[in-house]
């Protein structure tokens, strides 16, 4: 079977609600909503429509959930593609989907393309390449270019794009009328982490005598969104093993081990001589 070109989703059902924490950047693309829901509003008095925004932060920090729930709060359709499909690709065929892509959402415009870990394709061009390693790449990031000067805001298409590397990216994508915007999103502070953990107990069967979200947010420095997830998953795994009827905090307290486990094991193959 044929691979998909990139992810199309017309009905989104995350929303604000669904991203915790945040408040800065969740502010700043309420703007992008705005524009999305009644762009006449903001193009009679003669202003331009930004025509993309840089999401800037590590990993699992909810990038693509806010990406997503910019467009379900706009009740616009939402077309993804990961820069990192694109590595070792044949010529020609990352240029193409890009055209496809943009071509798809013109037509179902107003809407929102969504470029995850945007670094794949769009590291700065020239300086320092291998030999004939990545020209493929070259030509995706020429092509977004191309695409990206080619139509116009009022078409109601607006690019999010994602990166936790914004030193390695090609500088002509940070010209006007690119992604002239940059978002932060950061690591969740102690108040943020217990926010999320909140949204992610809610589903779940918990013994609320035992279990406290802001305990949870002060044993978990350091944790992104991804792992607070991935915590509250694990503990309900935990607790079904043990045949309870509710999730306890001691529950949660060998997930916590378990995640920081993991962590550490991934942190290792990173960096061997440590
Ligand atoms: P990456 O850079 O690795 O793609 P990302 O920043 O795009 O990461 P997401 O994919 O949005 O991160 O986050 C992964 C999952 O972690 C989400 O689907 C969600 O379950 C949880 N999560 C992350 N951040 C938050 C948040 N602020 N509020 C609620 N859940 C979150």
Do not use: W
């Not at 078409?155 to 002239?180: C, H, K, Y």
């Not at 809610?202 to 991804?226: E, H, I, N, R, Y």
């Not at 905090?249 to 550490?264: N, P, S, W, Y």
């Amino acid at each position: 079977s044929k691979a998909a070109l990139f992810d199309a989703e017309n009905k989104v059902k995350i929303t604000f609600k669904d991203v915790a924490g945040l408040d800065e950047a969740k502010e700043e693309v309420a703007e992008i909503v705005e524009f999305l829901k009644n762009p006449s509003k903001f193009t009679t008095l003669g202003g331009k429509i930004p025509k993309g925004a840089l999401l800037v932060g590590p990993p699992g920090t909810g990038k693509t959930l806010l990406a997503k729930a910019v467009a379900g709060e706009a009740g616009v359709p939402f077309f993804s593609l990961s820069g990192s499909d694109f590595v070792e690709m044949f010529v020609g065929v990352g240029a193409a989907r890009v055209r496809d892509l943009f071509k798809q959402a013109k037509e179902k415009a107003p809407c929102i393309v969504f470029i995850d870990e945007i670094d794949a394709i769009g590291r700065s061009r020239g300086g320092g390449k291998m030999p004939g390693s990545n020209d493929e790449r070259e030509n995706t990031l020429n092509s977004l270019l191309v695409e990206m000067d080619g139509f116009s805001t009022d078409s109601g298409v607006i690019i999010l794009a994602a990166t936790n590397r914004p030193d390695v990216l090609d500088s002509a994508l940070m010209r006007p009328g690119r992604f002239d915007r940059q978002i932060s999103i950061d690591k969740p502070d102690i108040i943020g982490r217990e926010a999320i953990f909140k949204v992610h107990l809610k589903p779940l069967k918990v013994d609320t005598q035992s279990v406290d979200s802001k305990k949870l947010a002060a044993q978990t420095p350091g944790f992104a969104g991804a792992e607070i997830a991935n915590v509250c998953n694990e503990a309900a795994l935990i607790a079904a093993r043990r045949n309870k009827k509710a999730i306890e905090m001691q529950d949660f307290h060998d997930a916590i081990d378990r995640v920081i486990g993991g962590l550490e094991k991934k942190n290792k193959i990173i960096s061997p001589d440590e």
